[in-house]
């Protein structure tokens, strides 16, 4: 069974640094791209970022690029995510998200979630 | 970027109606296209990839057509447990973007 368990998540001051860990369990993490994924307070879902299996390759989107990083230890089957100056505005549900799989070579929507971790930043 | 689009934003239909949720891409995008569930308080579920494909598990009253730029999901048979947020997401290229959610409710 997949599993995938955000932690790392808290209050932190504007300007401030976080943290987030995904543990994966149940699949083979090493052959698989990840996200994560934000959904503030009452609003829709917003994708963040992804890396691709090895970790060689990542993107963002705009709103955080320059300002988180993402990464994974594959001997761990850890997924992070670095998340510095933050603002008032990334306060939000952090998802890690698996990269589905179809028989197709673009296989990136998501087919397993984690509970989340709540981020919130405010003074 | 190419934008996503959804509409309604929200929408009420009583048991047992057909409902129809529509997305469209400021470009064309294939078929790389996915929608989300999400009732409240819960996480996103996937239901359909690649515009048509049906995730396993998910009951046979939920369907996806559409390429290129237009998009339909549609509820054959709308049942209380429906009741919940419904996403598209565009994957061919980053960034992976959502479109803004359409809220279904129960008449």
């Known amino acids: 069974e997949v ?3 955000e932690s790392g998540g808290g209050l932190v001051q504007p300007g401030g640094s976080l943290r987030l860990s ?3 369990s149940g699949f083979t993490f090493s052959s698989y791209a990840m996200n994560w994924v934000r959904q503030a307070p009452g609003k829709g879902l917003e994708w963040v970022s992804i890396i691709n299996y090895s970790g ?11 300002r988180f990083t993402i990464s994974r230890d ?7 995510l670095q998340m510095n100056s933050l603002r008032a505005e990334d306060t939000a549900i952090y998802y890690c998200a698996k990269r589905g799989d179809c028989s197709g070579t673009t296989c990136l929507f998501f087919d397993y979630w984690g509970q989340g971790t709540l ?4 003074s | 970027d190419i934008q996503m689009t959804q509409s309604p934003s929200s929408l009420s239909a009583s048991v047992g ?9 400021s470009q064309a995008i294939s078929n790389y296209l996915a929608w989300y569930q999400q009732k409240p ?3 996103p579920n996937l239901l359909i990839y690649a515009a048509s494909t049906l995730q396993s598990g998910v009951p046979s009253r939920f369907s996806g057509s559409g390429s290129g730029t237009d998009f339909t999901l549609t509820i054959s048979s709308l049942q209380p447990e429906d009741v919940a947020t419904y996403y598209c ?11 803004g959610g359409t809220k279904v409710e129960i008449k």
């Open chain 1, 3 to 5: 599993q995938l368990l």
């Open chain 1, 22 to 24: 995904c543990a994966a």
């Open chain 1, 56 to 66: 060689a390759n990542t993107y963002y989107a705009d709103s955080v690029k320059g």
């Open chain 1, 74 to 80: 594959n001997s761990k089957n850890t997924l992070y």
């Open chain 1, 119 to 122: 981020v919130t930043v405010s």
């Open chain 2, 17 to 25: 109606d057909r409902v129809t949720i529509t997305c469209r891409a």
């Open chain 2, 41 to 43: 308080g819960t996480v």
């Open chain 2, 89 to 99: 997401q565009k994957y061919n290229s980053d960034p992976l973007t959502f479109g």
